[in-house]
C-alpha cells in the first residue's frame, strides 16, 4: 500500500469501481423517487421489492470489499467488518435518521426469530390481524419516509443539476449540498402532521401486537402453571409498597430517637 | 479506469476518506480492546449504596487543597453520569478537583422491571435525599451544593424546592424546566423531543410503558438519532472515516459510542411523570407538578442559581433552561450561555474549561 493512497493503485481503483457499481445499481431506484413515482403504497410487496433490490446490490458490495481486504473469514462481530457492513447498509441511507424507532421498536415487539418452545405460537400471533396491521402501518411510514427522501433528491437536482452536468463545482462541494438539503428536508418532514401521524400509528400498533403476545404467552404460561409476567408485575407492586411502609416506619423511628436528620418538607419516606 | 484521468468520484473520495484510508482504519478499529476505551476512569470511593443506588465520593488530588465544601453532581435517569468524566483530557470532574472541589455523584444504578414502580417522588425524596444526607453527615455540615445535569436538574430543582434547608448553592446544567420552552426556539431543528412526545396521546405512553414495564433505553436512543438525521446518517461513514486516521480521535470516538450505547431503561412510573406531567401538561413552570403529595413551587428556590445552558442545544431548546429566571424565587441567579449543543457542555474542551472556571469561581465566591 502507497504512502499517498490517493495515488493510483490496485485497491483505490477496486474501491472506485466498487463505489460506481454500488451508485449504479441505485440509480433506478433513486431515480424512480425523484420523479415522485412511488411504488403504490396500498402494496406493501411492491414497494419491499425495490428495497430488497438496492440490499441485494449492497451485500454484493459488501462480500467484494470484505474480500479486498482480507476480512471475509474473519467472524461476524469482528469490529472492522461490522463497521464495513454498516457502511455498505443502504438503510443508512435510505432511512437513517428518521426510522430508527420504527426498527428499535419492530426488534422489541418481534424478539428474537430463533426456534423456540413458542414457535408454534408465535407463527400463530404472525396470522393475526394485529401484526397485519403493524405491517401496513409500517410500511405506511416507510413512504412517508421516502417522499422526504424524493423530496431531497428534487431538490438536490434543481440546485445543482446544470453544475452536475457542465461537470462544475467539485464532488465534495455537491456532497455537502446533499447533505445539507437532506438535513433540512427530514427535519422539516419530522415535525409535519403526516409523519407524527404515522409514527405514532407505527407505535399504536406495534403494542397492541406486544399485548397480544403477552396474552398468548400468559395464557400458555397458564395451562402450564408457570408464573405470568402480570403475576410478577403484582408481585413487584407489592413489594415496592412494602418496601415504602418499612421505610417510612424505620425513618419515624429513627427520627424519634435522633438517630437521622428530621425532614420537614417531605411527606414520602419519612 | 484510465488513471489520468481521474473521476470525479475521485476527489469525494480524497474528501470522504479513501479505501486505503478506510482499510487501514478498520485494522486499527479491529486492534482497539475494551481497556483502551475505559470511561469514568477518575478515582473514587463508594460512600454510600442502597438498593440499586450508589453514591461516591471522588478522591481528592494528591496536593490539592480541597477548597468547597461538598458538591453532589446529580445526573439524570436518561443516560449515564460517565459523560462528565469520559476521559483523563476531557473530563468536567478531573477539571474540579485540580481547583479543589469537594465532588461527590450519584449513581442511579440500571433499573430492571423490579423498579418500574419507581416514581420521580422516590428518586428525589427517597434516593436523593439520603444520599444528601449521607453526605452532610460525613462532610459534618448542613448544607450541600448541588450540580443537576439535564433530568438531573430537574430533580435536583425538586429537591431543593422541598428541602431548600439544606441546599447551599443550586448548579443547574442544561435542564429543562419549561417543557414547552421549545414554541420560543426559532432553530427549527431543535425540540424535536418535545414536539415528538406532545404528538403522542396520553394512552400512547402509558400503553408505551406498560407495555415494557419501563421506559426502554432502546426507545429513548433511538428518539436521540433521529433529532439529527444527517448526523446519524453521515456517523459511521463520512464521520468515521474522518477519525480513523488519527487513534486519538478514534479513541475518543469509540469512548463517546461507548456512552452512548449505555443507556440504561427509565423506570416506568417516573417516565410517565417525566412524559405526560412535564413534557405534555409542562405542570413544574404552572406550579402543579406534585412531589410526595405537596405541589413543586418553584418560588422556594431561593438558594443561589446557576443556570448553565447552551446556545444550539437540540435536545433541551436554551428557552426551556433560561425560563427559570422568571420563576426562582432567589435574588441571587447567575446565567452561563456555553457555544455548542447539549452534549457539548460536557464533552468539548473548550466549553469544559470554561465551565469548569466559572463553576469553580462561583461557587468559591458563595463559600462562607
Known amino acids: 500500500m502507497s504512502d499517498k493512497p490517493t495515488a493510483s493503485n490496485p485497491l483505490m481503483d477496486a474501491w472506485l469501481a466498487g463505489q460506481k457499481a454500488f451508485l449504479d445499481a441505485q440509480a433506478p431506484f433513486w431515480q424512480e423517487l425523484s420523479q415522485g413515482s412511488?411504488?403504490?403504497?396500498?402494496?406493501?410487496?411492491?414497494?419491499?421489492?425495490?428495497?430488497?433490490?438496492?440490499?441485494?446490490?449492497?451485500?454484493?458490495?459488501?462480500?467484494?470489499?470484505?474480500?479486498?481486504?482480507?476480512?471475509?473469514?474473519?467472524?461476524?462481530?469482528?469490529?472492522?467488518?461490522?463497521?464495513?457492513?454498516?457502511?455498505?447498509?443502504?438503510?443508512?441511507?435510505?432511512?437513517?435518521?428518521?426510522?430508527?424507532?420504527?426498527?428499535?421498536?419492530?426488534?422489541?415487539?418481534?424478539?428474537?426469530?430463533?426456534?423456540?418452545?413458542?414457535?408454534?405460537?408465535?407463527?400463530?400471533?404472525?396470522?393475526?390481524?394485529?401484526?397485519?396491521?403493524?405491517?401496513?402501518?409500517?410500511?405506511?411510514?416507510?413512504?412517508?419516509?421516502?417522499?422526504?427522501?424524493?423530496?431531497?433528491?428534487?431538490?438536490?437536482?434543481?440546485?445543482?443539476?446544470?453544475?452536475?452536468?457542465?461537470?462544475?463545482?467539485?464532488?465534495?462541494?455537491h456532497f455537502e449540498t446533499w447533505l445539507r438539503i437532506a438535513n433540512d428536508e427530514l427535519i422539516r418532514m419530522q415535525r409535519s402532521e403526516e409523519y407524527l401521524d404515522a409514527q405514532r400509528r407505527v407505535l399504536r400498533a406495534g403494542l397492541n401486537y406486544r399485548e397480544r403476545e403477552r396474552k398468548l404467552i400468559e395464557d400458555w404460561c397458564e395451562t402450564r402453571s408457570i408464573p405470568t409476567r402480570s403475576e410478577i408485575d403484582d408481585l413487584h407492586g407489592i413489594v415496592y409498597g412494602l418496601r415504602k411502609e418499612v421505610r417510612a416506619l424505620k425513618r419515624q423511628v429513627a427520627e424519634r430517637h435522633g438517630t437521622v436528620r428530621k425532614r420537614v418538607n417531605t411527606a414520602n419516606g419519612t | 479506469m484510465e488513471r489520468n484521468k481521474a473521476p470525479d468520484l475521485r476527489s469525494v473520495l480524497?474528501?470522504?476518506?479513501?479505501?486505503?484510508?478506510?482499510?487501514?482504519?478498520?485494522?486499527?478499529?479491529?486492534?482497539?480492546?475494551?481497556?483502551?476505551?475505559?470511561?469514568?476512569?477518575?478515582?473514587?470511593?463508594?460512600?454510600?449504596?442502597?438498593?440499586?443506588?450508589?453514591?461516591?465520593?471522588?478522591?481528592?488530588?494528591?496536593?490539592?487543597?480541597?477548597?468547597?465544601?461538598?458538591?453532589?453532581?446529580?445526573?439524570?435517569?436518561?443516560?449515564?453520569?460517565?459523560?462528565?468524566?469520559?476521559?483523563?483530557?476531557?473530563?468536567l470532574v478531573r477539571n474540579l478537583l485540580l481547583r479543589g472541589v469537594d465532588l461527590y455523584v450519584v449513581d442511579w444504578g440500571n433499573p430492571t422491571r423490579a423498579d418500574q414502580n419507581l416514581t420521580l417522588d422516590d428518586y428525589v425524596n427517597w434516593y436523593l435525599a439520603d444520599?444528601?444526607?449521607?453526605?452532610?453527615?460525613?462532610?459534618?455540615?448542613?448544607?450541600?451544593?448541588?450540580?443537576?445535569?439535564?433530568?438531573?436538574?430537574?430533580?435536583?430543582?425538586?429537591?431543593?424546592?422541598?428541602?431548600?434547608?439544606?441546599?447551599?448553592?443550586?448548579?443547574?446544567?442544561?435542564?429543562?424546566?419549561?417543557?414547552?420552552?421549545?414554541?420560543?426556539?426559532?432553530?427549527?431543528?431543535?425540540?424535536?423531543?418535545?414536539?415528538?412526545?406532545?404528538?403522542?396521546?396520553?394512552?400512547?405512553?402509558?400503553?408505551?410503558?406498560?407495555?415494557?414495564?419501563?421506559?426502554?433505553?432502546?426507545?429513548?436512543?433511538?428518539?436521540?438519532?433521529?433529532?439529527?438525521?444527517v448526523k446519524t446518517l453521515t456517523k459511521y461513514n463520512r464521520d468515521l472515516l474522518a477519525v480513523t486516521a488519527n487513534e486519538e480521535s478514534l479513541l475518543n470516538f469509540l469512548r463517546m459510542e461507548k456512552w452512548l450505547a449505555d443507556r440504561p431503561?427509565?423506570?416506568?412510573?417516573?417516565?410517565?411523570?417525566?412524559?405526560?406531567?412535564?413534557?405534555?401538561?409542562?405542570?413544574?413552570?404552572?406550579?402543579?407538578?406534585?412531589?410526595?403529595?405537596?405541589?413543586?413551587?418553584?418560588?422556594?428556590?431561593?438558594?443561589p442559581i446557576l443556570n448553565v445552558y447552551a446556545e444550539h442545544d437540540h435536545i433541551i431548546p436554551s428557552p426551556c433552561s433560561t425560563r427559570l429566571k422568571e420563576l426562582a424565587g432567589t435574588d441571587d441567579y447567575t446565567e452561563l450561555a456555553l457555544p455548542g449543543g447539549h452534549v457539548g457542555v460536557y464533552v468539548s474542551r473548550k466549553c469544559q474549561g470554561i465551565l469548569s472556571s466559572t463553576l469553580f469561581e462561583w461557587l468559591i465566591e458563595r463559600q462562607k
Open chain 2, 14 to 91: 480524497e474528501n470522504l476518506g479513501t479505501a486505503a484510508d478506510f482499510l487501514e482504519g478498520a485494522g486499527r478499529l479491529a486492534g482497539i480492546a475494551d481497556k483502551d476505551v475505559e470511561v469514568a476512569t477518575t478515582p473514587k470511593e463508594l460512600v454510600f449504596r442502597q438498593e440499586k443506588v450508589s453514591l461516591y465520593r471522588y478522591r481528592p488530588i494528591e496536593g490539592v487543597e480541597v477548597r468547597t465544601g461538598p458538591v453532589l453532581i446529580v445526573y439524570g435517569l436518561i443516560g449515564r453520569y460517565t459523560m462528565i468524566d469520559l476521559q483523563e483530557d476531557r473530563s
Open chain 1, 38 to 173: 412511488l411504488p403504490d403504497t396500498s402494496d406493501p410487496d411492491q414497494f419491499s421489492i425495490l428495497f430488497r433490490r438496492v440490499n441485494e446490490q449492497c451485500r454484493s458490495l459488501f462480500d467484494a470489499m470484505a474480500a479486498i481486504g482480507g476480512l471475509e473469514d474473519e467472524p461476524e462481530e469482528n469490529v472492522a467488518r461490522q463497521t464495513l457492513r454498516r457502511m455498505l447498509d443502504p438503510m443508512q441511507f435510505s432511512y437513517a435518521g428518521v426510522d430508527e424507532v420504527n426498527q428499535v421498536l419492530l426488534n422489541l415487539v418481534e424478539g428474537t426469530d430463533v426456534p423456540d418452545l413458542m414457535e408454534l405460537e408465535r407463527q400463530r400471533l404472525k396470522a393475526t390481524r394485529e401484526w397485519a396491521v403493524l405491517k401496513r402501518e409500517g410500511t405506511e411510514y416507510r413512504a412517508v419516509t421516502a417522499m422526504a427522501w424524493a423530496r431531497v433528491y428534487r431538490r438536490f437536482l434543481e440546485e445543482v443539476g446544470e453544475d452536475l452536468a457542465s461537470g462544475t463545482g467539485s464532488p465534495y462541494q
Open chain 2, 131 to 229: 444520599c444528601v444526607d449521607q453526605i452532610l453527615d460525613r462532610a459534618g455540615r448542613e448544607e450541600i451544593s448541588i450540580l443537576g445535569i439535564c433530568e438531573g436538574g430537574v430533580l435536583s430543582t425538586l429537591y431543593a424546592a422541598q428541602n431548600g434547608e439544606r441546599v447551599k448553592n443550586l448548579i443547574l446544567t442544561i435542564t429543562p424546566i419549561d417543557f414547552h420552552g421549545d414554541l420560543r426556539d426559532t432553530d427549527g431543528s431543535h425540540g424535536f423531543l418535545n414536539v415528538w412526545t406532545r404528538s403522542l396521546d396520553d394512552s400512547d405512553i402509558r400503553k408505551l410503558v406498560d407495555t415494557f414495564g419501563n421506559l426502554p433505553g432502546e426507545i429513548t436512543a433511538s428518539i436521540f438519532q433521529m433529532m439529527t438525521p
Open chain 2, 265 to 303: 431503561d427509565h423506570p416506568g412510573a417516573g417516565a410517565l411523570q417525566w412524559l405526560i406531567e412535564l413534557y405534555k401538561e409542562n405542570r413544574l413552570i404552572k406550579g402543579t407538578f406534585e412531589l410526595s403529595g405537596k405541589p413543586v413551587c418553584l418560588e422556594a428556590l431561593t438558594m
